[in-house]
């Protein structure tokens, strides 16, 4: 396969483990976000806050259960509609363009990621994902 011409679906595929929604620091969710999964799950953004999320100093992350798994995963992410941008981009996400070994580190607990491939490609495709506009 020619390295030049792959797309992020080349190099992942979700298998729908669910281990991206376990723990690792939480899902952060902007005002956005807060709005429209409140309106999804039929309720207001100030109690969703306070029901949902737990503070990472002054930010809301979705709450996790005592399984560590996001509150919204029940062998399927409940709020997949509208799942907040962290979640969508998932494994193309920010700390891989920061340091490439952290693609290495998250393949060992997702088996849709793909490590034999150069680095710059996965660099190219985080680069591309987190580019689009959602």
């Not at 700390?95 to 491939?117: F, Q, Y």
Request: hydrophobic residues 30%.
């Amino acid at each position: 396969m020619r390295y030049n011409m792959l797309q992020p679906a080349n190099i992942f595929e979700c298998k729908r483990c669910g281990d991206c929604c376990k723990g690792y620091g939480g899902t952060y969710v902007t005002k956005k976000e807060i709005e429209s999964i409140a309106s999804y799950i039929h309720t207001d953004p100030e109690t969703f806050v306070e029901t949902y999320c737990q503070q990472s100093g002054s930010t809301p992350v979705i709450a996790q259960g005592k399984n560590s798994y996001c509150i919204f995963w029940d062998g399927r992410c409940t709020i997949h509609p509208v799942k907040p941008r962290m979640c969508r981009t998932w494994p193309f996400i920010e700390s891989v363009r920061v340091d490439i070994n952290n693609w290495h580190i998250m393949a060992r607990v997702c088996p849709g990621i793909r490590t034999n491939v150069p680095d710059s490609v996965v660099r190219e495709c985080v680069n591309r994902e987190l580019s689009k506009d959602f």
